[in-house]
């Protein structure tokens, strides 16, 4: 039997899930150390409970293998598995009180009753309800209900907890006081807590390892500190914190250009001339003198926040957010400065050859000037160009030339939204359809995680006819 790593608890080896067709995790490896908090982050519909309920054994993957402690378990029921769930919803039993709920698992085992009382009063001592046995669960409040679950998910000792959003119903004062005792809860009892949110900053408050997923695949995986000050990709970087990103070209190690201007980093590795996103947290940008400036720009907003004020900076058509303690007034012509370590160099998510496809002309109207192309199932009419019936055709679409159908009536429909992340200038929304991604510009907040109808303009695309057989090469 293979192995996993040494203090590996779980371990997910290539794991692949698709619902109706749809792919919901695409092959995901991820380790999880034995004594860890490990939170898994990312958009709603992203793949998150489904990876907790593989790990739990609510779910078979269609294939890849789940090792827990070194042991392969596919196809072993969830009540073999050394792991214990709480869920959001914590459905405690209204008509019993504290204590018997945290016993009812250790009498359904038939524990012996000294046994579970001494269990029940040390896990109440660790999530803080000394006292609180005789208290019907009716009239406890949220906080005090889901220490309650808690205590009764950790009183059969599971070497690995899994929790699935166990804050989200509380208000946000709670939620805070909540997320210190679990950690405290999860320190004191020494379990591995897998944890599933999507929210960032109760991530980056608890996790020892945050796995950052987006669309059924892990894009990062790392520390807190890892995740926020050196994120892997332009989705990690605008997902958790804010963050100035920024399409730049990396002329050589150490050198970025970035609007006109060559600014000094520390990364190296990238190539020479190559496109890549920075980020730049609004913390890490100084507001300096403009003589002594990397780049000059006027504020155009300010707004207080307590311990600092945000800027937003519009610098060469791109807005800039900056926070300071120092406030500039609206209106204030201001020079920026950032030190190289704070410039944060990232490959661009999609693939080197976005918005290119390969289609056939279906019919052409030379007298009319228009073609029609079949892509993916749907048939485009073409004005302002001719192609004979039959023509295969190389089409580059430039980002602009992508819009979302406003009248519902797209040339592709059900095009899926992978993310949208704000460049400065626009934001940039990467779509999925069913043979490809795209890359689009829009000045709409568009929503993630939804299908639209995507409209392409195929006046601004760039043809090549392609002669005989099409090669892979030629996609
Ligand atoms: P959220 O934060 O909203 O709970 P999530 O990241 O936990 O989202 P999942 O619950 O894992 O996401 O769901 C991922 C995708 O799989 C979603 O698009 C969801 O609609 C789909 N999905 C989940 N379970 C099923 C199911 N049993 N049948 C069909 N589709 C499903």
């Not at 150390?33 to 998150?48: A, M, N, Q, W, Y």
């Amino acid at each position: 039997m293979k192995q996993a790593k040494n203090d590996m608890i779980v371990s997910l080896k290539d794991i692949f899930v698709e619902f109706d067709g749809e792919v919901i995790l695409n092959h995901i490896d991820l380790d999880i150390r034995d004594k860890e908090f490990v939170t898994i982050l990312g958009p709603s519909g992203c793949g998150k409970t489904t990876t907790l309920r593989i790990i739990g054994g609510f779910l078979e993957p269609d294939s890849g293998e789940v090792y827990f402690d070194g042991r392969k378990i596919n196809g072993l029921p969830p009540h073999k598995r050394n792991v214990n769930t709480v869920f959001q919803k914590y459905s405690l039993f209204p008509h019993l009180n504290v204590f018997d709920n945290i016993a009812f698992g250790m009498r359904i085992k038939k524990m012996p009753k000294d046994e579970i009382k001494k269990r029940v009063k040390e896990m109440l001592a660790i999530v803080d309800l000394k006292g609180y046995e005789k208290r019907s669960v009716a009239r406890l409040s949220g906080g005090q209900q889901q220490r309650v679950a808690i205590a009764r998910a950790l009183v059969c000792d599971p070497k690995v907890l899994l929790l699935d959003e166990p804050l989200g119903a509380l208000d946000l004062k709670l939620r805070k006081n909540m997320q210190d005792e679990l950690k405290q809860i999860q320190q004191k009892t020494n379990t591995t807590f897998i944890y599933v949110t999507h929210d960032q900053e109760e991530a980056l408050t608890m996790s020892d390892t945050v796995v950052v997923m987006n669309n059924g695949v892990i894009e990062q995986i790392g520390s807190p500190t890892d995740v926020y000050n050196e994120p892997i990709n332009a989705f990690v970087a605008d997902f958790i914190g804010e963050a100035n990103i920024i399409n730049a070209v990396m002329l050589e190690d150490c050198r970025v250009l970035v609007l006109g201007e060559v600014l000094e980093c520390v990364d190296k590795g990238f190539g020479k001339n190559t496109p890549v996103d920075i980020v730049i947290r609004p913390e890490d940008i100084e507001l300096v003198e403009p003589s002594q400036a990397q780049l000059i720009g006027e504020v155009v907003d300010v707004t207080f926040k307590g311990v600092h004020y945000e800027m937003t900076i519009m610098c060469k058509g791109c807005e800039w957010i900056v926070h300071s303690t120092e406030c500039a007034a609206v209106g204030d012509i201001v020079g920026m400065k950032v030190i190289p370590f704070n410039i944060q160099i990232m490959n661009k998510m999609f693939p080197k050859s976005y918005n290119e496809f390969v289609c056939s002309v279906v019919a052409g109207d030379e007298a009319e000037n228009t073609f029609t192309v079949s892509l993916e199932g749907s048939e485009i009419d073409v004005k302002g160009h001719y192609f004979p019936e039959g023509t295969r055709l190389h089409v580059v679409l430039p980002t602009d030339a992508l819009s979302i159908a406003g009248d519902g009536e797209g040339d592709l429909n059900d095009v899926y939204i992978e993310s949208v992340i704000f460049k400065g200038e626009h934001n940039e929304i990467i779509l999925e359809s069913d043979e490809q991604k795209w890359l689009m510009q829009s000045d709409v907040d568009e929503q993630v995680a939804t299908y639209v109808p995507l409209k392409l303009d195929f006046s601004k695309a760039r043809y090549t006819v392609l002669k005989g057989e099409v090669s892979a090469d030629e996609i």
